[in-house]
């Protein structure tokens, strides 16, 4: 890979010329010189855009090294545009992806959980019985919902309010429920407080929800309960809002958006003002890393993983990285393309670790399209540094869609979402 001085280059860009390239490449980083005859043993738990991607980059450094993808599902299913499959404008099958050419890139597949961590012994248990050691393991298990995070959602509550926050079944769920939601409905959606995965997802999915309503049932709405003051591309969603749908409504946190607590059996959401009875609820409950990192012991009081912002070695555990929405990466956000970009750092940076090389110091970049209609899209990007050990905003590089742009710029933002999805799911996933 071609090493660029980013921070000259970014000055340089404009923001637009900026989107497209970090399309392209979303860490930019030297390749390793790999010591003469080192190799390694590297066991990656989590197949989705972290550790798939971090696989085939390993395996593309340094073929030598043993790599092997640990993942509990044969068929992965992205959260990126699934908000879309939720109002109808798309199929789930187009959200799934199958490991056939992760395979083929000569990487292991074991499709099975992992139950078990010996730091140790450095090895893992899976759930079919077997053991794999590793000279170094790369945890990327995304998130698990807190189940004890909001009073009266659980596991069952989840069946009657989906949170549709791992797509798949739940994002079917909530798409069967609006539809045969009556017109004249009430969609309530609540939204966590951060640190959560894909800060605008909720954003995203209120506006195509509003989309839905407007043309199959206009005398419906859809009320966002929010836990926060403010959001990622807060601007650019109310703009869109005031414009498209007058029948949404975000109540804020000051403003008693606070989701307190739920009823399942009457779908009854609860704040600290009043009590919202929904047609349909959405519920987005608090988040932490997948449960795979409580059991290697990475993650700390926050249920987030800290980890060095150089290599994602973790701070708690020596010889284990953490990456993707698990680890705690500062100024970062949660989203597939941090996600990816992080497993290529991560990759680079084991395998000179591997290699008994200094990792280099990597500059990363995040892209995060939101599409609020078909024909109406835009984008906040970012660009990262390690500083005294967290990720931190690199000044003057990124930000996001202007405020007043045409309507041309947003359609063409909308249509440019879909090759980013293309490309990342192409880069993790073949
Ligand atoms: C509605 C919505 C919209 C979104 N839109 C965008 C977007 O437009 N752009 C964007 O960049 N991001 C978006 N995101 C965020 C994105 O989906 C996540 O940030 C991304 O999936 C994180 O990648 P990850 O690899 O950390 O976790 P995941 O992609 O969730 O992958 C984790 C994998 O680990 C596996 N796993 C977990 N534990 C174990 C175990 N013990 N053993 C074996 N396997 C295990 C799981 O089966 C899973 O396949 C969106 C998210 C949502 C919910």
Redesign the pocket.
């Known amino acids: 890979m071609q090493r660029i001085d980013h921070r000259r280059s970014a000055r340089r860009l404009s923001r637009r010329d900026f989107v497209t390239a970090a399309a392209a490449a979303s860490a930019l980083l030297p390749r390793p010189a790999i010591a003469q005859g080192a190799a390694g043993n590297v066991v990656i738990?989590?197949?989705?855009?972290?550790?798939?991607s971090a696989a085939r980059a390993l395996r593309r450094l340094d073929p030598r090294i043993s790599v092997t993808l640990?993942?509990?599902?044969e068929t992965?299913t992205?959260?990126?545009?699934?908000?879309l499959v939720i109002t109808g404008l798309r199929d789930l099958k187009e959200q799934q992806f199958g490991y056939a050419k992760v395979a083929a890139a000569g990487i292991t597949m074991a499709f099975?959980?992992?139950?078990a961590v010996d730091t140790q012994a450095r090895s893992i248990t899976l759930a079919n019985g077997n053991r794999l050691s590793y000279d170094r393991l790369v945890l990327?298990?995304?998130?698990d919902l807190r189940w004890d995070g909001l009073p009266g959602y659980d596991e069952a509550a989840a069946n009657v309010m989906p949170h549709?926050?791992?797509?798949g079944e739940q994002t079917l769920l909530l798409r069967r429920q609006l539809e045969a939601m009556e017109d004249g409905g009430l969609v309530v959606i609540s939204a966590p407080a951060n640190p959560f995965?894909?800060p605008?997802?909720p954003y995203?999915?209120a506006s195509l929800i509003a989309y839905y309503l407007k043309a199959k049932k206009p005398k419906s709405k859809v009320i966002v309960l929010d836990a926060k003051d403010a959001f990622s591309k807060q601007r650019l969603f109310q703009n869109a809002w005031r414009e498209l749908y007058p029948n949404l409504e975000w109540v804020s946190l000051s403003s008693g958006g606070k989701v307190t607590s739920v009823e399942p059996a009457s779908k009854t959401v609860v704040t600290d003002f009043s009590r919202y009875q929904a047609a349909v609820a959405n519920i987005i409950p608090p988040q932490k890393a997948?449960?795979?990192v409580e059991l290697a012991q990475v993650a700390d009081r926050s249920g987030w993983c800290p980890v060095d912002a150089m290599t994602f070695e973790s701070k708690q555990q020596p010889n284990i990285h953490v990456?993707?929405?698990?680890a705690i990466m500062g100024a970062m956000p949660?989203?597939?393309?941090?996600?990816n970009a992080q497993a290529k750092v991560c990759a680079a940076a084991v395998a000179r670790l591997l290699a008994g090389q200094k990792p280099d110091e990597p500059r990363l970049i995040?892209t995060?399209?939101?599409v609020v209609a078909p024909d109406y899209g835009f984008t906040v990007a970012g660009v990262y540094r390690p500083k005294d050990g967290v990720l931190v905003d690199v000044e003057g590089a990124g930000g996001v869609s202007p405020i007043n742009a045409p309507a041309s710029v947003r359609a063409a933002e909308a249509s440019q979402?879909d090759g980013?999805?293309n490309t990342?799911t192409t880069e993790a996933f073949g």
């Open positions: 738990i989590g197949g989705g855009f972290a550790g798939a640990v993942e509990a599902s992965f992205a959260c990126p545009f699934s908000n099975s959980s992992a139950t990327a298990p995304g998130i549709a926050w791992k797509a995965r894909c605008p997802g995203e999915r997948g449960r795979i990456i993707g929405d698990a949660k989203s597939a393309f941090s996600a995040n995060c399209y939101s979402a980013w999805f990342i």
